[in-house]
């Protein structure tokens, strides 16, 4: 019987792009978090970033990331010392004359003045263990241990300085052989061969091709450029330099002088300095020049302090990452590769969940990033945003009402027979009939009906009579000196959500003013940062919430203003703004005028009075009177449910031509 052919299947992580299986990350908590900073004062950019920094409640920020990164940092620095390669050198010959004494006390055929004059000569070494291991170059050793001890110092000084250009050749070339040698030597003059070329502009693909088809084995990470090699050699050759900076100069002069030794000859420190030579020339960019501070008590040798050093400008270049307070950065500045082999997996999970996070942020359309590189709330955020104060709001009014939420509109009445395809925050019912048709329709009559969004009809409703509201908000200096920006904010935007979604007939104007009044859209009030400017310029407010009440000569004018101050200044009629305090009295006469003329439009005037100004109550007071209007004084906490309060208690009580009913809202 044939044995099946059964293919062997091999699983690797994905690499080629984003993982499709990995699991979409959650923007609730994320949404939640930037909402409440937003409405808390923050702007959609610092919202943004600061929850970045935070991260959520399963995942590490942007800070925990830079702690932990600093946490290694210091590790590094204050565990180790660069004395490592100085004390095996010590140790190897300590060993190397501890071996030959021995040897000479029992070697009893030895001349007794031979004895002696080698006895005489290992007393009295240099404290300097370069100097002891230059002197003992010509030493006719007697035992065979000592030498063997002996030749470990060349050949570790070999091994480390290799290893300080050429990451794992200290463990590649141990024990290495004479033919062994040679090929690296041999790799070495090639190297810088290709490295000539490419200084003089003279290299091509090709040599490289051919130097690695040769010498591929001392790179095992397997560059595929000259760039490649360029880049890696010179990044291990920096942090080379930066531990000789880093060192003392008696360390320095110890291990010049004993480098000079390395593998019995100075061919390799001719052909290395060559190399270092080469490199600085071709990447004067990198940092040859930094040091370190480095008393721990774990010694460092020369290819383990290099990697160390080379950790090190790793860890920095993650911090300035993580900070992300250059210009233009973003999250996709993080590398990955470099958090992942210095701070473990755990961390790059973290980091690409915030860098996925702020991408699914941008492409679910709640947030956006504009021309000026800030970021913004979409109109759909905002919408969520809304709601969910809107419902806030409407559990205090309701508790202060006794009105509840039902799902109607108070944009439409009666069916009018009509009909019309669906858009987005219609609430009117479905034609159900004309929509199952539009299904059948498209999917030409055969099969299963299958129903989209581009199906759906809705009935028609006869429109009722519409409102034509102005909110007018103080954003003085003093809104923001007194804590009243945030509420401020928030009444506008809950305000804006009950009428776009509940009473899509009416007509809403939102006007912020300061030294000057600005009809302003929601999204730029909601990100609107503190003002410390003075000026309460009621006068111009006034001038267009006018102009937004004579665009609508059919619907009913309503005016509600919230402010904490006295208007203390007003718009000439050359456009400039004149600003006086105390308030002066023209500046005063002119936002009468305004009233009087809201007043004559028929608008239902609110004031909402923030704070205890005795001048404020009596202006307030008065200008309500003049206007036939009402005052409410709200707490600051208070103000958005006492707005939203006044507009559907005007709605219940017919104001508006009695379309108003107690469960439209």
């Known amino acids: 019987m044939a044995r099946p052919n059964r293919r062997l299947a091999r699983y690797t992580p994905y690499v080629d792009g984003p993982d499709p299986l990995a699991p979409p990350v959650d923007l609730a908590e994320a949404l939640d978090a930037i909402g409440e900073d937003v409405m808390a004062g923050s702007s959609p950019e610092r919202a943004m970033r600061e929850f970045l920094r935070r991260g959520g409640r399963d995942r590490a920020g942007l800070d925990e990331l830079a702690r932990r990164v600093a946490q290694r940092r210091n590790e590094l620095t204050q565990r180790n010392n660069l004395d490592g390669t100085l004390q095996q050198v010590k140790e190897l010959l ?16 030895m001349d007794e003045g031979d004895r002696a004059l080698a006895q005489l000569q290992l007393d009295n070494l240099p404290s300097s263990p370069a100097a002891a291991v230059n ?7 007697r035992s065979s241990e000592a030498r063997q001890e002996f030749d470990k110092i060349k050949d570790l000084l070999g091994r480390e300085v290799l290893d300080q250009r050429f990451a794992g050749m200290k463990q590649a070339l141990e024990n290495a052989t004479d033919a062994d040698r040679a090929a690296l030597s041999e790799m070495l ?26 010498h591929g084995e001392y790179f095992p990470e397997q560059p595929v450029t000259l760039d490649e090699l360029l880049d890696a050699l010179a990044q291990r050759a920096a942090a080379a330099q930066r531990m000789r900076n880093s060192m003392t100069r008696e360390q320095r002069e110890e291990l010049d002088a004993l480098a000079q030794q390395a593998f019995g000859s100075s061919d390799l420190m001719d052909e290395l300095g060559q190399l270092d030579d080469n490199l600085r020339a071709l990447r004067p960019g990198e940092d040859w020049g930094g040091s370190e501070s480095m008393d721990g008590e774990n010694g460092l040798g020369l290819g383990d302090g290099t990697g160390v050093f080379q950790d090190l400008a790793d860890l920095d270049a ?73 419902r806030a709001v409407a559990d205090s009014v309701s508790g202060r009402t006794g009105g509840h939420d039902v799902r109607r509109s108070g944009a439409a009445g009666e069916p009018s027979g009509a009909a019309r395809q669906w858009a987005f925050g219609d609430t009117e019912p479905w034609d159900v009939s004309r929509t199952i048709t539009n299904a059948l329709a498209r999917g030409g ?48 935007l809950a305000l804006h959500t009950l009428v776009t979604t509940r009473f899509r007939g009416d007509d809403l104007q939102l006007i912020g003013f300061g030294r000057a009044a600005k009809v ?34 059919n ?18 009629s050359d456009g400039e703004v004149f600003f006086d305090y105390p308030p002066n009295p023209l500046t005063i006469a002119l936002a009468v005028r305004e009233l009087d003329g809201s007043a004559r439009l028929g608008a239902r005037t609110t004031f909402f009075r923030l704070g205890d100004d005795p001048g404020l109550a009596r202006f307030v007071d008065a200008m309500a009177k003049r206007a036939g209007g009402t005052v409410v004084t709200p707490e600051s906490d208070d103000l958005g449910a006492a707005v939203i309060d006044s507009y559907l208690s005007s709605r219940r009580s017919g104001a508006f031509g009695g379309w108003g009913r107690d469960d439209e809202w």
């Open 94 to 109: 300590d060993r190397a004359v501890l071996a030959e004494r021995k040897q000479l006390a029992r070697d009893v055929d």
């Open 520 to 553: 302003m859209q929601i999204e730029e009030l909601v990100a609107l940062d503190e003002k410390w400017e003075k000026g309460t310029n009621l006068h111009h407010a006034l001038l267009l919430a006018n102009r937004h009440f004579r665009k609508h000569p």
């Open 135 to 141: 002197e003992l170059n010509g030493y006719d050793w």
């Open 555 to 572: 619907a009913q004018p309503v005016l509600l203003i919230v402010t904490d101050g006295e208007p203390t200044s007003h718009l000439e």
């Open 189 to 214: 003059a090639d190297l810088n061969g290709l490295l000539d070329a490419r200084k003089h502009n003279q290299d091509t693909q090709e040599q490289f091709d051919d130097f690695m088809a040769k």
């Open 445 to 492: 009559g055969q099969g299963s009906v299958k129903i989209t969004v581009d199906d759906v009809e809705i009935q028609e409703t006869e429109a009722r009579t519409q409102a034509c509201v102005a909110l007018l908000v103080d954003t003085s200096f003093s809104m923001a000196m007194e804590g009243r920006w945030v509420p401020m904010k928030r009444t506008a």
């Open 318 to 390: 993650l911090a300035e990452q993580l900070a992300q307070s250059y210009q233009g950065s973003q999250l996709d500045d993080v590398d990955l590769e470099k958090l992942a082999r210095q701070l473990g997996s755990d961390a790059a999970v973290d980091a690409r969940t915030l860098q996925r996070l702020e991408k699914a942020l941008r492409e679910s359309g709640t947030m956006r990033r504009g021309s000026d590189g800030q970021l913004s709330l979409t109109p759909k955020a905002m919408r969520q945003l809304g709601k969910a104060l809107l």
